[in-house]
């Protein structure tokens, strides 16, 4: 039974990892959107 709870939490503990990873992954998506943005606001400033 006491092994049974632990796989559960290990199981569980590995999908918050893996959730983890993927929040960075946009993270890190958005911060690459948002400076994309910025030097295309001022490309389109100096046109």
């Not at 006491?2 to 946009?26: F, G, I, P």
């Amino acid at each position: 039974m006491l092994m049974e709870q632990q796989r559960r939490q290990d199981e569980e503990l590995a999908r918050l990892r893996e959730a983890e990873k993927k929040a960075a992954s946009a993270d890190e998506a958005l911060s690459q959107l948002e400076r994309l943005r910025a030097e295309t606001g001022s490309l389109k400033e100096r046109a």
